[in-house]
Every structure is written in structure tokens, then in C-alpha cells.
């Protein structure tokens, strides 16, 4: 996180991310790393294309259980992965700026 942004969010106090409770600087920095390894690993799998196919959907479920095991709504990876790669079809290549 730019130091910028890290600056401003600070001043903002109480921090909600996603539908979670409260949270700090540092686990607002680990959610947006969480979501460019999920975007690049998508991107990987995809090649590209909108849609994954089911074998590369379950590779991405691999992927993200390997980087944060355990993690809630592990449903989500895959039943989000079309729109998300559809997404990213468009936009080329997934930088930390990107997020």
C-alpha cells in the first residue's frame, strides 16, 4: 500500500472491509494481497479467456487454499472466478496497482 493511501486510511479510524468486523491497516494490506494472488492466479488459469473451465476452477480453489488455508466462503473462489476473469479478460495484465 502506498505510503499516501496507508496515510489517509489511517486518519479514517475505524476500517470495515468487505462484510467482516473491524479491522486494521495491516489486515486491509493482507486482504488486497489475498485478492492479486487470487486475480493473478485467475489470469494464469484462464489465459486470458472469461470463462475458466471447471478443471482450471478447481486448480484456482487449489491455488487459494495453498495461500490461505482455511480461509471462509471458500465457495466463493470458484463461484466468482467467471465474472472476475471476465473482468480481467479486458483490462490485460493484473498489477498491485490494479487493486
Given at each position: 500500500?502506498?505510503?499516501q ?14 462484510h ?5 491497516l ?12 487470487y ?11 472469461p470463462?475458466l ?16 488455508p ?30
Open positions: 500500500m502506498r505510503a493511501d496507508r496515510s489517509l486510511l489511517a486518519e479514517a479510524g475505524t476500517l470495515y472491509p468487505g467482516g468486523p473491524e479491522a486494521s495491516d489486515r486491509l494490506e493482507a486482504q488486497k494481497a489475498y485478492l492479486l494472488a486475480s493473478v492466479a485467475l489470469r494464469e488459469l484462464s489465459g486470458g479467456e470463462v473451465t471447471e478443471s482450471a476452477k478447481e486448480e484456482l480453489e487449489a491455488r487459494m487454499e495453498t495461500y490461505l482455511g480461509a471462509p466462503l471458500r465457495f466463493m473462489v470458484a463461484l466468482s472466478a467467471d465474472a472476475v476473469a471476465a473482468e480481467l479478460a479486458g483490462r490485460g495484465k493484473v498489477l498491485p496497482e490494479d487493486l
